[in-house]
Structure formats: structure tokens, C-alpha cells
């Protein structure tokens, strides 16, 4: 008998069904709580251990399901992509606290100042940059953006400090002899030199500063085709290939970028 008391026959009364068929409900929705609890628990330790990425594209076209297959197919990181005009909202504090890196593979030209500001606090946060490709030609008017990713790439003749520059020369399709310069880097580890179809990009101005990655000996080519460098107290890397789903394709090139994600986001 115990606590509970018993009709006749040793039936339970209807008092006694009811307070067992509320501590039946009660119990499943106890344990339903806890499931729930430890799958989202489990969840957001998953969604910890991954970079949060933001892709920037825009102003060039390029081959979008080959290159987004790459960052798909890295298993460290989650990302969003956005796309100018929009990409630059995603930079707002309210934001960008969602992402811990940026790769930037656009060519874009207009940003204002609040985009500006807004760029560089992502950076001075402590977050990641990997500029890919064709984003060494983002915003030629903003000078802070040079010092940012370490070089200067001119789409027309220009007098800088009193010194012409001709206009920067790129050629597709160059099958290039890519030499590791710091294999004990964490962006290069592993890396070994490597052939690489892909475009070159010659008379750009390459800023001091940088640790050199990769280098080439290709006539077509400026000689720093990778490198990384420190940006109030981010990390920052610059990586020439990446024109096509060659590159997006190759086993080092993806190592590459993978490696460069994890050091900017000071997992490396």
C-alpha cells in the first residue's frame, strides 16, 4: 500500500488516476526539456567549434558555384555570403559581432565613410581578414585600405608622390611556379611548391611589413604572390590566385585558404 491509497479491489480511485496521469505529463515534459536542453546544447558547442565567416564578393564576375563549393566544403567553418551594394551593412557592430573572419573576393570601388569606420573596427576587434584574387583592386581612393591588405594595385596610370605609375598588368591563364618563402608559417604548413594555372598580376606596389608566403620567379608576375601581416592587432592575408574553379580546384590553393581562415581567426 504505502503513500498511495487503494480502492476496492486494489483499483486506484479517480483522485489517484488523475494525480498519475498529470505526473505522467509532467514527467514527459521533464524529459523532453532535457533532450531539448542537450541537443541545442550540443548544437551551440558544434556551432562554437566553427570560424564564422562573412564572404564579400562584388564588382567582378567570377564562377559562383565552384568557388563557394570550397568554403562549403571546409568543414571549420560556417558562412554567410553577401554582395555589394549589401555587403557592407553586414560590417555594422550589430552585425558583424556574428562573424570572426572577412574574405574578401570583390572588386568594388564606392564605400563610405561609415563603411570606413566600420571596416576598420571589424579589424581592430581582434577579427580576420583574407583578401582573395581581385580584391587587392577594392577602393583605389582609400588609401587606409592599402596599408590594411599591404599593397597598392593601379587600374590606370597615376603620380604617386610625384612618381608616375603605369597601370598594373594582370595575364590569364599563366601556368605559374609557386615557391613556399616560409614553410614554418601556420598559413603555408605543409604546403611544398606547387604549379598553379592561373592570372598574374604585375606592377603593384607591395608595402613593408609583411611576412611573404609564396613567391614566383614568373616574368609575368610580381615576385610576392602571398603574404601575411598584422592590422591593429588583426591578421591579415593577400592571396594573387584564385581567377577560377582551377584554382578553387586545387588541392593547395584550398589548403592555402583554409589555413589562411584559421590563422586570421587566431586558430592556426
Known amino acids: 500500500m504505502g503513500w498511495q491509497s487503494r480502492g476496492r479491489a486494489g483499483f486506484a480511485t479517480t483522485g489517484e488516476k488523475q494525480y498519475n496521469t498529470s505526473m505522467n505529463q509532467f514527467l514527459r515534459l521533464l524529459l523532453a526539456a532535457i533532450l531539448c536542453s542537450l541537443s541545442m546544447s550540443a548544437f551551440a558547442e558544434e556551432g562554437g567549434k566553427k ?21 562549403k566544403d571546409n568543414p571549420d567553418i560556417s558562412f554567410v555570403a553577401a554582395e555589394h551594394p549589401n555587403a557592407h551593412a553586414l560590417l555594422r557592430p550589430e552585425k558583424a559581432k556574428d562573424f570572426d573572419v572577412m574574405v574578401t573576393y570583390d572588386m568594388h570601388q564606392p564605400i563610405s565613410d561609415q563603411a570606413k569606420s566600420d571596416f576598420v573596427e571589424f579589424l581592430k576587434a581582434g577579427k ?10 577594392s ?4 588609401p587606409e ?7 597598392r594595385y593601379y587600374l590606370g596610370p597615376v603620380e604617386v608622390d610625384g612618381v608616375q ?8 591563364g599563366v601556368d605559374i611556379a609557386i615557391e613556399v618563402a616560409d614553410a614554418s608559417h601556420p598559413v603555408t604548413r605543409g604546403l611544398k611548391d606547387f604549379r598553379i594555372r592561373d592570372e598574374t598580376y604585375k606592377l603593384f606596389d607591395f608595402f613593408p611589413g609583411s611576412t611573404v608566403l609564396l613567391t614566383t620567379k614568373e616574368p609575368l608576375s ?6 601575411a601581416r598584422r592590422y591593429r592587432g588583426a591578421g591579415v592575408v593577400y592571396i594573387q590566385s584564385g581567377h577560377d574553379h582551377v584554382a578553387f580546384e586545387h588541392p593547395d590553393y584550398r ?4 589555413q589562411a581562415i584559421q590563422w586570421t581567426a587566431k586558430k592556426g
Open 222 to 227: 610580381n615576385r610576392e604572390v602571398a603574404w
Open 145 to 151: 585600405y592599402q596599408q590594411i591588405i599591404g599593397a
Open 51 to 71: 570560424i564564422r565567416v562573412l564572404i564579400v564578393t562584388g564588382g567582378h564576375d567570377f564562377e559562383r558555384e565552384p568557388f563557394f563549393k570550397m568554403f
Open 139 to 142: 577602393y583605389k581612393d582609400w
Open 255 to 258: 589548403k592555402l585558404v583554409r
Open 165 to 172: 605609375k603605369p597601370a598594373s598588368k594582370w595575364k590569364h
Open 128 to 137: 580576420g581578414l583574407v583578401v582573395l584574387h581581385h580584391a587587392i583592386a
